[in-house]
């Protein structure tokens, strides 16, 4: 079994395809997964991806309306994962990640609770466990965890072969279809130690 830390951007671009990228090739190779998807979010990662859309050719009108939704769009995360489980919060960011991709500027107000219903959640209990502590604790559970395992771009994805807890793989940026296919075939083949600590920063290859 393979275990994939994914950290994103809530609304970062390249998180979008990298997201993309991964859900194709687990879905051709058909293995077993543990799967953590981990949005964070900081000023650095909010202008990286203003940088990011300037290169695609977007034009932010409104920047503080876009670092307002960013950090609104991690607690939303956060507080449907309280509310309704980990995978309509996982299938809400990808769907407002989707709907923003290609343009900022099609964002709505309205966007979050019009995706929200169509997941057949309730806006208004998702609004109002935004504001609870426990909201603030695990962002910053999110937030340590990616301090202890090194990571400082996003997307970074790391991924681990837990049948032979060998040495992970760190993975910053976007990751082509066909590399990733390539690392689950040869990881899932090489010879493992038998005692690595794969959960230790210093265990990571950067590829």
């Known amino acids: 079994?393979?275990?994939?830390?994914?950290?994103?951007?809530?609304?970062?671009?390249?998180?979008?395809?990298?997201?993309?990228?991964?859900?194709?090739?687990?879905?051709?190779?058909?293995?077993?997964?543990?799967?953590?998807?981990?949005?964070?979010?900081?000023?650095?990662?909010?202008?990286?991806d203003l940088i990011r859309r300037k290169k695609m050719g977007q034009k932010i009108?409104?920047?503080?309306?876009?670092?307002?939704?960013?950090?609104?769009?991690?607690?939303?995360?956060?507080?449907?994962?309280?509310?309704?489980?980990q995978k309509k919060a996982r299938t809400y960011l990808f769907n407002l990640q989707k709907a923003i991709s290609a343009d900022f500027n099609d964002y709505s107000e309205n966007l979050p609770?019009?995706?929200?219903?169509?997941?057949?959640?309730?806006?208004a209990k998702i609004r109002d466990a935004k504001v609870s502590h426990y909201i603030d604790d695990s962002i910053k559970r999110d937030q340590d965890l990616a301090e202890k395992?090194?990571?400082?771009?996003?997307?970074?994805?790391?991924?681990?072969?837990?049948?032979?807890?060998y040495n992970g793989i760190l993975l910053e940026g976007i990751v082509a279809h066909d590399k990733l296919i390539d690392i689950f075939k040869n990881s899932a083949n090489q010879p493992q130690p038998k005692q690595a600590k794969y959960f230790a920063s210093s265990h990571l290859r950067l590829i």
């Open 1 to 48: 079994m393979f275990e994939i830390f994914l950290f994103v951007n809530p609304i970062g671009v390249h998180c979008y395809n990298t997201e993309v990228a991964l859900k194709e090739a687990l879905s051709e190779l058909n293995i077993d997964i543990c799967f953590h998807f981990i949005p964070i979010n900081s000023a650095e990662i909010i202008k990286g």
């Open 61 to 85: 009108n409104d920047i503080p309306q876009f670092t307002m939704v960013s950090y609104q769009a991690l607690r939303a995360f956060h507080a449907i994962r309280f509310t309704y489980g």
């Open 113 to 123: 609770q019009e995706i929200a219903e169509k997941l057949n959640m309730n806006f």
């Open 149 to 165: 395992l090194n990571v400082h771009n996003i997307p970074t994805t790391i991924i681990y072969n837990q049948s032979g807890n």
